[in-house]
């Protein structure tokens, strides 16, 4: 743990978002994870993102659930709401408060063990709804807070700081959302905030439930040779597939968005999502194309990182459930709880 | 951009603002970090091996080091660096047996100074103790120069003054009082095998205007408050006008207000930004009362039946940059006095033109910059003497250097072969997020001097105004000192480019990125190096991408969170200690070291 809090000193040039905010004010308590650790970088990646798109931190809930990677909401917006839920539990408590408080902005930040093992049925059933709602996994493939035992998405063959070799096949959380119905899927690295933070701004403009993989090397447990998610393993066999950027609304007036070699797609809120380099004939709104073209790369043992997978015409799960504009948080109590009467009056009807 | 080699002890010195500023090169943050332990006495030492006189300069000094104080550029006052060394000797406790021990058996070679000031006094410092005879010519008789004649008491106590005066003539210089050399020829001539002139620039320019010689009410600054200072003036008229604003200029205007004068105007030609005198010395003569009038020069000074009855200046107005002026009209104030300072001249009458010492057009003396020998081999020149009016610090550091020169003139080597400077770097870790210095950020604000009051300060000639820090103040100004000698050093063979550093950084200094040319580099970092004054730290490929790491100086608070968030060690804090060369280096370095 560091020896002090971060310095109140500031750059003397440091910008302003439209809020009127430096990045400095998104940030939050100092990190107690181990120095050089993954998540800290995606800390800092998530600051960026959320200072970029002028994001509220009122108007924010951060919602984490146990392990390293569930600590680190404390460590960026200070100013935002947050909910530190039991062990896997973070999709389903985010469900519940996103279905009593839909205005509020909703960034998950799970681990590999608490969204690919204790907590992977929540995990599936948030992905089934589209919660709309930012859903971080920060995949270093060990228990890092137990002492590095391999986790459920540790590759086989992967070697433990002691040298053995993982023997079961790994769950691929970008493989899992896709085959059941997931609308933005992204995988990333720490150790590329170029890629990350334009991914972080579209999921958070994004309709229903962004999930994002991002490979984080545990620097402690899991950063040696014979590790597949190491920092120098990550970087060899890390292979970018799309290279994609927002243009949010404001901005489309923009002259240089040539429509050559570019798939755009329109998010919800008008803004643009702008896939420059992808690979030829890869549609990134074409979930069978996708999920073909990762099998056969990862075959090859690439770890293809960009946003991967989009469709925005998905309805979440309030529009699904054709739920009231109001949010209930905001609800009178007497319409929230009209009363025993009501209460006997709609049994009724099922009798 | 090649990447930076931290070998060279001038790149990690130009990171400590203060001591790349100090003509002397002191070692601020060591001795802020020994005021801050209570090492009052340490901390002098440390002060006193290069700048000689911490007491006089802690009071006096034109502190070059605070407007390049890092401090500065993050919340924008700078350390209160001055004000700290009058601190360390204020409250310094017995030191005699720290100075440098003197040999009984000299070494045979005779060094005549030529005036005591700062440069001669620094002069005889550096070479008694290695053995040299060094005799002081001074007209006047008491030591010290124009830090006696020509600073007032109320800024410099004399007993202040003769304390530090006298730890060098009691190594055993021989000083000759009321001996003005009147002939550089008989004294080259009287076997000295090498001579300093640290004579200064004793000459006030006078303003020659109408008026100039019909009464005896006009005064040359220097010489007026040399007079001051020798108990021959003791009074002036109520209405007293000072032309000139530089710090002379502060001094007279503020003895003025201790002498009787009621209604004190200091005439400046042009517009406040323009002055010539630091900023805290036209705090402290306002606050004193006086006024200053800008854009006023003076035309003649009108005289009624024999006495000065005022002055009649044109009242200018300046175009944007104050280079152009235009005459708007013609004002009178009255006055009983008039003081000129606007400045000092060099005057070497008593130097015969025939002795292969020459001079330039403007009558200075053609001197080396870096040996201060003039052209006649054995004569060097220091202090105000050698290029003009500057400070008591330029003035230190001119003695230091003409010290090696003699020193190396005396045994027969070229004076231009300067010993080097050399650095130690030792890592400051005691454990895991653990450091020899206090890293922390203190966002304290800059301590404000107190000053004796306004009534009581006006009593006597010799109150000194300023207070000097208490404990409290103290405690809070050390901690804003940034410990910019404990660097950041960077081994990149050990980075894993995890970006720890770079993420937990609270000034955006760092950046990973693939190499460029340095205006390129400098725009593509993660904020934009806009201070071309400040080094770009550039490391050699990294390992993993062969990308570089950038670290721009400009704004690094020192916090040392770099090095412990790094997983690797790649970064470290390291405290970097300039050894400076002194005419006799070892003896120099290894007279104090602090524990």
Wanted: aromatic share 6%.
């Amino acid at each position: 743990m560091p020896s002090i809090a971060k310095p109140l000193a500031r750059h003397p040039a440091l910008k302003q978002n439209e809020l009127g905010l430096t990045i400095r004010d998104y940030e939050g308590s100092m990190s107690t994870l181990c120095a050089g650790c993954g998540h800290d970088s995606i800390t800092a990646a998530i600051v960026r993102a959320l200072w970029e798109i002028s994001m509220q931190p009122h108007m924010l809930a951060k919602m984490s659930g146990i392990g390293c990677s569930s600590k680190t909401p404390a460590y960026f917006v200070n100013g935002a709401h947050g909910f530190n839920s039991a062990h896997g539990r973070m999709p389903a408590i985010t469900t519940g408060a996103a279905a009593a408080n839909r205005e509020l902005t909703y960034i998950g930040v799970s681990g590999d063990g608490d969204s690919l093992s204790i907590g992977i049925g929540h995990m599936c059933h948030a992905i089934r709804r589209n919660v709309r709602m930012v859903y971080i996994i920060e995949n270093n493939g060990v228990y890092g807070l137990t002492k590095g035992q391999f986790s459920a998405s540790a590759d086989v063959g992967s070697k433990s700081k002691r040298g053995e070799p993982n023997q079961f096949a790994p769950i691929d959380p970008v493989m899992l959302a896709l085959s059941i119905g997931a609308t933005f899927v992204a995988r990333s690295f720490s150790g590329d905030k170029e890629q990350l933070v334009p991914i972080l701004k579209a999921a958070f403009r994004h309709r229903g439930m962004a999930l994002i993989d991002v490979i984080s090397p545990c620097v402690t447990f899991n950063d040696h040779t014979g590790s597949t998610k190491s920092y120098l393993y990550t970087r060899k066999h890390a292979v970018s597939a799309t290279d994609a950027d927002l243009v949010p609304p404001a901005s489309e007036i923009v002259a240089n968005i040539s429509a050559q070699d570019v798939t755009a797609v329109t998010l919800h809120d008008g803004s643009i999502l702008r896939f420059r380099s992808v690979p030829e004939g890869y549609d990134p709104t074409d979930r069978v194309k996708v999920t073909s073209y990762l099998q056969q790369r990862q075959q090859k043992g690439e770890i293809i990182t960009g946003l991967l997978f989009v469709n925005e015409h998905v309805p979440d799960m309030h529009e699904m459930n054709n739920t009231s504009d109001t949010p209930l948080a905001r609800m009178p109590y007497e319409k929230l709880c009209p009363g025993s009467a009501a209460l006997e009056q709609l049994q009724e009807e099922f009798r | 951009m090649d990447a930076t080699d931290i070998n060279n002890p001038q790149y990690f010195h130009k990171v400590v603002d203060c001591q790349w500023a100090c003509p002397a090169h002191t070692n601020v943050p060591e001795y802020i970090r020994l005021i801050a332990q209570g090492r009052y006495t340490d901390a002098y030492m440390v002060n006193r091996e290069s700048n000689v006189f911490p007491a006089i300069l802690g009071r006096t000094c034109d502190r070059p080091c605070e407007p390049a104080c890092r401090r500065g550029r993050v919340d924008t006052h700078p350390v209160a660096i001055c004000r700290l060394k009058r601190v360390a000797a204020d409250l310094k406790g017995e030191i005699k047996h720290l100075l440098p021990k003197i040999p009984a058996q000299k070494n045979g070679k005779r060094i005549a100074c030529i005036g005591a000031g700062p440069a001669s006094l620094t002069v005889a410092n550096d070479l008694m103790p290695i053995g040299y005879e060094v005799t002081i010519f001074e007209k006047l008789d008491k030591p010290g120069g124009l830090m006696r004649s020509n600073i007032p008491a109320f800024r410099l106590p004399e007993q202040v003054l003769t304390e530090e005066v006298n730890l060098i003539l009691d190594m055993g210089v021989e000083i000759r009082y009321n001996s003005p050399v009147k002939s550089m020829r008989e004294l080259l001539a009287s076997g000295y095998d090498a001579v300093f002139v640290g004579s200064g620039a004793p000459r006030g320019k006078d303003l020659e205007l109408p008026g100039r010689h019909e009464t005896d009410r006009i005064h040359i600054g220097i010489d007026w408050l040399e007079s001051i200072a020798f108990g021959h003036i003791h009074s002036i008229g109520e209405r007293v006008l000072i032309i000139g604003v530089g710090n002379t200029a502060m001094d007279c205007c503020r003895s003025s207000c201790r002498l009787g004068g009621k209604e004190i105007k200091v005439m400046a030609r042009r517009p406040r930004p323009y002055f010539k005198a630091s900023p805290w010395e036209l705090e402290d003569a306002e606050e004193e009362g006086v006024e200053i009038v800008v854009n006023h020069a003076p035309k003649q000074f009108v005289i009624e039946n024999g006495k000065l009855t005022g002055m009649i200046f044109e009242r200018l107005e300046w175009d944007a940059q104050a280079k152009k002026s235009r005459t708007l009209d013609e004002v009178f104030y009255p006055a009983d006095d008039v003081i000129l300072a606007i400045g000092q001249e060099n005057a070497f009458p008593w130097i015969e033109r025939d002795l292969r010492i020459e001079f330039d057009k403007w009558g200075l003396p053609v001197v080396n910059e870096t040996t201060f020998e003039s052209t006649r081999a054995g004569v060097f020149f220091g202090g105000d003497s050698a290029f003009g009016p500057k400070n008591i610090i330029w003035a230190v550091e001119h003695g230091h250097q003409a010290a090696i020169s003699i020193h190396n003139f005396c045994r027969s080597i070229p004076v231009t072969e300067r010993p080097a400077a050399g650095m130690k770097l030792m890592s400051q870790k005691m454990g895991i997020s653990e450091w020899s210095y206090h890293n922390d950020y203190n966002p304290v604000h800059r301590q404000k001097m107190k000053h004796v009051d306004l009534a009581e300060r006006f009593r006597k000639l010799n109150i000194e105004v300023e207070l000097g820090f208490d404990a409290e103040q103290t405690a809070r100004e050390v901690e804003r000192c940034l410990n910019c000698d404990i660097q950041t050093v960077f081994s990149a063979p050990r980075c894993i480019e995890c970006d720890a550093c770079i993420d937990v950084c609270p000034v955006q200094c760092l950046t990973i990125t693939r190499n460029g040319e340095e205006l390129d580099l400098r725009s593509r970092l993660s904020a934009p190096a806009l201070n071309l004054d400040q080094a770009l730290y550039v490391s050699p490929p990294l390992p993993h991408t062969q990308r570089i790491m950038v670290k721009d100086e400009d704004i690094c608070v020192h916090c040392g969170l770099c090095a412990e968030r790094c997983p690797t060690a790649a970064w470290d804090m390291q405290k970097f200690e300039l050894a400076i060369a002194y005419a006799d280096s070892t003896s120099c370095m290894n007279s104090y070291v602090p524990a």
